[in-house]
């Protein structure tokens, strides 16, 4: 029985995967087992020819395409550790990063959760700056109020480390979620009254890359509000919870409607553009986007100098936190 199962599952994975075994074996506590899953990837020839270096030194489970959710999922019910730690095939850990993470378990025996800092790599302007560098955490404590409103450090699946038991008590990941099914875990724990903590050390890198499925904002959005919404439906939470939720929904949903706008002021579709606009600036109120839509309104023929102008429009914008 390892103390630690290594949980990776892989779609579209094969450029990445063996930078992330040799993370894995690289580690300085040895204790674990790795079970990497192949959803159902289009690239399973290659993939099988990438991992065949590691095949003896790991669990290899296959299942035609059902998402993360459920891919991790797999992987949780043929896991022996006490302890599961999560990987995305195109992230790596420090060799540290499972020592680190056990050594919290270790002083804070209580704790269901533990997670760490983690710096970007790859295709992104974010490249060598870590979470928590470029977004301050703004509370200290990981509460389900903390979680819900944003203010702690967000949670990537490759920088968590759990107890099996807690994941399992939680029903697992759900599977009608490809996008942040993470977050939907950690709030549905933390909710149930597990204590998640986290370290500002950051001993795992992520990847920005085309084919990653954070790389379409939209949707990433898109699967934020999804669900938010479902935990409003199934959690019951006081007026002040709700009114948290229900601001972050509609913060979600004014950042696409800001973006859509920005697309059709691209294209030249000024009526359009000015639709999504109006819809924005209902939900976030901005000086500088009320003057691009007067311009859209009064002078739609100028949608290329509004076009131009849209860089002084977006920096007034905080940005959301990138998944």
């Given at each position: 029985m390892a103390k630690v199962s290594v949980v990776i599952p892989v779609y579209n994975g094969e450029?990445?995967?063996?930078?992330?075994?040799?993370?894995?074996?690289?580690?300085?506590?040895?204790?674990?087992?790795?079970?990497?899953?192949?959803?159902?990837?289009?690239?399973?020839?290659?993939?099988?020819?990438?991992?065949?270096?590691?095949?003896?030194?790991?669990?290899?489970?296959?299942?035609?395409?059902?998402?993360?959710?459920?891919?991790?999922?797999?992987?949780?019910?043929?896991?022996?550790?006490?302890?599961?730690?999560?990987?995305?095939?195109?992230?790596?850990?420090?060799?540290?990063?499972?020592?680190?993470?056990?050594?919290?378990?270790?002083?804070?025996?209580?704790?269901?959760?533990?997670?760490?800092?983690?710096?970007?790599?790859?295709?992104?302007?974010?490249?060598?700056?870590?979470?928590?560098?470029?977004?301050?955490?703004?509370?200290?404590?990981?509460?389900?109020?903390?979680?819900?409103?944003?203010?702690?450090?967000?949670?990537?699946?490759?920088?968590?480390?759990?107890?099996?038991?807690?994941?399992?008590?939680?029903?697992?990941?759900?599977?009608?979620?490809?996008?942040?099914?993470?977050?939907?875990?950690?709030?549905r724990v933390s909710y149930g009254g597990g204590r998640i903590a986290y370290h500002r050390r950051a001993l795992a890198r992520r990847r920005a890359h085309a084919r990653s499925l954070n790389a379409n904002r939209h949707k990433v959005e898109r699967g934020l509000i999804q669900v938010l919404s479902k935990l409003g439906s199934e959690l019951e939470l006081s007026p002040a919870q709700r009114g948290i939720l229900e601001a972050r929904v509609a913060r979600f949903q004014g950042a696409i409607h800001l973006r859509e706008g920005k697309r059709f002021l691209a294209e030249g579709r000024a009526e359009e553009a000015r639709t999504s606009f109006a819809s924005a600036n209902r939900i976030l109120r901005r000086k500088k986007l009320s003057l691009v839509l007067a311009g859209l309104r009064y002078a739609p023929g100028l949608t290329r100098w509004a076009a131009m102008t849209w860089q002084a429009v977006e920096s007034s914008f905080p940005q959301l936190k990138p998944r």
């Open positions: 450029a990445f995967i063996e930078d992330a075994l040799e993370s894995v074996f690289a580690q300085t506590f040895r204790d674990f087992q790795v079970i990497v899953i192949n959803d159902g990837s289009p690239d399973t020839e290659q993939l099988e020819r990438a991992i065949a270096p590691f095949l003896t030194r790991i669990v290899y489970l296959k299942q035609d395409n059902r998402g993360p959710s459920a891919a991790r999922n797999l992987g949780i019910r043929r896991a022996q550790g006490e302890l599961l730690a999560f990987l995305d095939a195109d992230d790596v850990w420090e060799a540290e990063y499972l020592a680190e993470q056990l050594r919290m378990f270790k002083a804070y025996p209580w704790l269901d959760m533990v997670y760490c800092d983690v710096r970007f790599f790859g295709d992104t302007p974010s490249a060598g700056k870590s979470y928590m560098e470029l977004y301050p955490p703004e509370s200290n404590d990981v509460t389900f109020d903390a979680l819900l409103a944003d203010k702690c450090p967000m949670i990537f699946p490759s920088c968590l480390v759990a107890r099996r038991t807690t994941i399992m008590c939680a029903e697992l990941f759900d599977e009608a979620l490809n996008y942040s099914e993470d977050t939907d875990l950690c709030l």
